[in-house]
């Protein structure tokens, strides 16, 4: 699972549509929905409903339950990072 991923669907959670989420990631939206169809991909699940016109996407169930787990995988990604590059986590 790659951290672009992850943070593609946190920052789509965390804006509520894909517009807004991809300029607050400094990609194109179409990198976005990459991101997103890749991460869709890999866990099999649909993750947001999309429908065409609706500028807010909804999570899907499976999506509601990913978001605790995104969030853990994106902070000790984060935490791996600092470790390695030593600083302190206290």
Known sequence: MEIVNVHAFLAVVNHG??????ESLY???SVLTKRIQSLEK?????????Q?????VEL????????????????????????ATGIAMD
Do not use: C, H, Y
Not at 17 to 22: E, V
Not at 62 to 67: A, D, I, L
């Open 17 to 22: 549509n894909f517009s807004k989420a991809a």
């Open 27 to 29: 990609v194109a939206q």
């Open 42 to 50: 890999e866990l099999q699940r649909l993750l947001f409903e999309r």
């Open 52 to 56: 065409r016109g609706r500028r807010v």
């Open 60 to 83: 899907t169930p499976s999506g509601m339950e990913f978001v605790p787990i995104a969030r853990r995988f994106a902070a000790a990604w984060q935490d791996t990072r600092n470790f």
